[in-house]
């Protein structure tokens, strides 16, 4: 039912670039085969979900939605998907993303854009849009993101579906294509809380194939679904949601949360964390820093694509040029000129010291309230091609999602309504590291 489901949506959103109707047969198989055995089965046996295609499914292509990764197919899972086959779920597909992530739109894929399902001349956001737009679409319940910048929670906004960005290193970056190492994460999409505590509990958990994996765990946080809000005190966080640039349709809709988590009987207080405003010029350096040198073994010679050249510096160039489209390259220059001699410690380095600012800054604020508070993105969806002439434009996109990232710690977008035009809102919960529960008990309230 579910891949007819999927062909049914697949034709107008563009949510997949390879749809594994195989796999998903012989691991429904391999379940019923449990079933009629009468083995104990997995938390998640059965159910169908759709992983981004930067994760790596053995087999299976994963491209990360660039040409030069177009032919690849690892010859390993990653392990937040083999923890998901494991726990007896169904892979059906691999989603699409803008190209190797970089992006708030999933225009930048080289293989064609998705389309949101409210509105499919609007983008899902990004870079997991496929994974959110296949979700909202009701097609798939379940879908593995990953959050570099905010791809996980800023998607899942625009589409009206629960996105949750763990703890850094509580979910294994193993098997990960990565973007920006020390801020990528693997995270749920899902149609509620309760379904993205459960699938964020079947991957979590320390990994030795990941040296960044955190060796205690944050979980099980579907147990605090039903825990609720009382005596928790909440920032409201007066710089995601007053900002410049947020539609009033989503301020609107952040503040009737507000109302709404108080009535639940947490203690909702104004807060100011100014220095969450240096999140976007200091991830604007770090991570494409980050990208320039995970890139840098797309060399034709390990991975994908190769196009040929009278030596092997020029067939590195052809092939580095055919092969990455334009916003990662922008992601390259910009990386390896923020790191080269004479401009590191102007850029790189001052960067970082930002980012230490903004850790700080949020260890106070969680001096006074338990969690945070604040809008997902400035705006709903936008239409399709609206920012892609204007890439700091874009970049704002992210501009409440991205200081999480830099601090490590987990954060959640929740579906709550929509604006006058009916597109959804999503609002954001901010915790501490390794406070997911929290997050889950506060997102099961605003549902
Ligand atoms: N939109 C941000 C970027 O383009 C974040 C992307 C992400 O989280 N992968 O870098």
């Avoid at 952040?254 to 639940?264: H, S």
């Avoid at 001699?341 to 903004?358: M, P």
């Avoid at 929740?414 to 604006?419: H, I, L, M, Y």
């Avoid at 809102?425 to 590291?433: D, K, S, T, W, Y």
Wanted: proline share 7%.
């Amino acid at each position: 039912a579910c891949l007819e489901a999927v062909e049914q949506v697949e034709g107008q959103l563009g949510c997949f670039v390879t749809l594994t109707p195989e796999l998903a047969r012989a691991q429904a198989e391999a379940v019923d085969a449990q079933v009629a055995a009468g083995a104990p089965l997995g938390p998640l046996a059965g159910v169908p979900v759709a992983v981004k295609d930067n994760l790596c499914t053995a087999g299976v292509p994963t491209t990360c939605s660039s040409r030069i990764l177009a032919s690849w197919r690892p010859p390993y899972d990653a392990t937040a998907v083999a923890r998901l086959v494991a726990a007896g779920a169904v892979v059906v597909g691999k989603t699409n993303l803008d190209e190797f992530a970089m992006g708030s739109s999933t225009e930048t894929s080289a293989f064609g854009p998705t389309r949101n399902p409210y509105d499919p001349s609007r983008v899902p956001g990004g870079s997991s849009g496929g994974s959110a737009a296949v979700v909202a679409a009701g097609a798939v319940p379940l879908a593995l993101g990953t959050d570099t910048g905010g791809s996980i929670r800023q998607p899942a906004a625009l589409c009206g579906v629960v996105g949750l960005k763990p703890t850094y290193g509580a979910v294994s970056r193993y098997g990960l294509i990565a973007f920006a190492s020390s801020l990528d994460q693997v995270g749920p999409l899902a149609q509620t809380v309760g379904d993205a505590a459960a699938l964020l509990d079947a991957i979590a958990g320390h990994d030795p194939m990941d040296s960044t994996s955190l060796p205690e765990g944050v979980l099980p946080c579907h147990r605090a679904l039903d825990r609720g809000v009382a005596g928790l005190r909440i920032g409201l966080v007066r710089e995601l949601v007053e900002a410049e640039g947020i539609e009033p349709g989503v301020r609107r809709r952040v503040e009737d949360a507000a109302e709404a988590l108080a009535a639940a009987g947490a203690a909702v207080e104004p807060i100011s964390v100014p220095e969450l405003a240096l999140g976007l010029p200091a991830y604007y350096l770090i991570a494409p820093a980050e990208a320039s040198s995970n890139l840098a073994r797309y060399d034709g010679v390990r991975y994908g694509l190769r196009v040929d050249g009278a030596d092997v510096e020029e067939m590195q160039a052809r092939t580095r040029a055919a092969g990455f489209g334009p916003e990662v390259k922008r992601r390259i220059l910009l990386g390896t000129y923020a790191l080269s001699a004479g401009y590191y410690d102007a850029y790189y380095a001052q960067a970082q010291r930002v980012r230490t600012l903004i850790v700080r800054a949020f260890e106070r604020a969680y001096e006074q309230a338990d969690l945070l508070l604040g809008a997902t993105t400035p705006t709903t969806a936008f239409p399709l091609g609206a920012k892609v002439e204007d890439p700091l434009a874009m970049y704002l996109s992210d501009v409440f999602t991205i200081p999480t990232n830099l601090a490590g710690h987990p954060a959640l977008s929740v579906p709550f309504g929509t604006d006058e035009a009916g597109l959804p809102v999503g609002v954001q919960l901010l915790a501490p590291a390794l406070a997911e529960p929290s997050l889950v008990a506060a997102g099961a309230v605003l549902e």
